[in-house]
């Protein structure tokens, strides 16, 4: 079969791959489309500590059902279209007990940890197959890249009564501004991009500012009667906007961080203290994201379209991720057809 294979930093090719073994318990998958992720990206430049190469990347995935193993369910069905969650949990370690299988200690995310879904079929547990035929084959494309989002709202417990402030308006970011909104806080949307940050409206952002032609203070101010922001939530993953977030946060405020900024930050501890903020991480998402990001793709009438940057076939692959990490601050999200 054909994949696309990151063999070194800064390489990438198509290969020809043995066909998956498929276990008792697993579903064949042939699919559709695949999204390229930050985290690819990261991985093709060298930069992902979690990678060893060769790798297949991907794990943002559209599918549908080719064959399954003898012990799956008889509710899978050949033909059904379907998404993936691409982490594993053991179930024994800390974060499992507390139901937290994000942030499992060892998880393996495809296409970081193990080969991922860059390729013509992928063998995955039936416990990871999430179907819907409801959602078309592109929209389950996006599901697992908005969950993240998503996720991190819940971790900052976010509710009508709050003014949020989501620093990077990309696909993560763009998660947190639909659930965000979908709970009726004041949305404030910051980014570089004057295009992401119109979509960032369209999605529900009430507030946009671009901090590179504005002052995000000063902006900020206004929109909160100088009382700052309730909730932060940081993807970006630059240390600039890790600083902003922490000064910029509301006394009793929530920081919440999904980006990985890539450097070591200093912080002056004295705002941890004396704004007593709460300020967490945010990993991956649980199963009830991608429930309620599936739901809200069925509900909300949003036209997919508009967080899809480019479509291309899997053969465009090394050139797309080429002219990607050359300019990547107007790409939202590419999507390889299979």
């Not at 999204?35 to 500590?49: A, F, H, I, Q, R």
């Amino acid at each position: 079969m054909k994949a696309i294979e990151i063999t070194q930093p800064g390489e990438m090719k198509m290969v020809d791959r043995d066909m998956p073994q498929t276990g008792s318990g697993d579903i064949l998958l042939k699919l559709s489309y695949v999204g390229l992720c930050g985290s690819d990206l990261s991985t093709y430049l060298g930069k992902n500590p979690l990678v060893q190469f060769p790798r297949i990347p991907g794990h943002e995935i559209s599918a549908v059902i080719q064959s399954m193993g003898a012990e799956v369910p008889g509710t899978f069905q050949p033909g059904q279209q379907v998404t993936v969650v691409p982490y594993t949990n053991c179930g024994q370690c800390s974060s499992c007990k507390q139901k937290k299988f994000n942030a499992c200690r060892y998880n393996q995310t495809l296409g970081v940890q193990r080969d991922g879904a860059m390729a013509e079929y992928l063998a995955v547990p039936w416990q990871k197959v999430l179907v819907d035929d409801r959602l078309s084959a592109v929209q389950l494309a996006l599901v697992e890249p908005l969950t993240v989002g998503f996720h991190a709202v819940d971790n900052g417990k976010v509710t009508d009564s709050d003014t949020v402030v989501i620093f990077g308006c990309g696909m993560i970011g763009s998660g947190a501004i639909v659930r965000s909104h979908l709970r009726g806080a004041n949305v404030v949307a910051v980014d570089l991009d004057d295009s992401k940050l119109a979509i960032a409206q369209k999605l529900g952002a009430n507030h946009i500012i671009n901090s590179n032609s504005q002052d995000l203070h000063e902006e900020l101010e206004k929109i909160t009667g100088g009382h700052g922001p309730s909730v932060v939530i940081e993807a970006a993953g630059s240390p600039v906007t890790y600083k902003a977030a922490i000064e910029e946060v509301g006394f009793g405020g929530r920081v919440v961080c999904i980006g990985y900024a890539g450097n070591e930050i200093s912080f002056p501890t004295k705002l941890w203290v004396q704004k007593e903020l709460e300020i967490m991480g945010s990993r991956n998402a649980n199963p009830s994201d991608f429930e309620a990001v599936m739901k809200y793709l069925k509900n909300s009438g949003l036209d997919e379209n508009l967080l899809v940057s480019r479509v291309i076939p899997c053969e465009e692959v090394p050139q797309a991720m080429q002219d990607w990490s050359e300019n990547h601050g107007k790409i939202l999200k590419i999507l390889v057809r299979f």
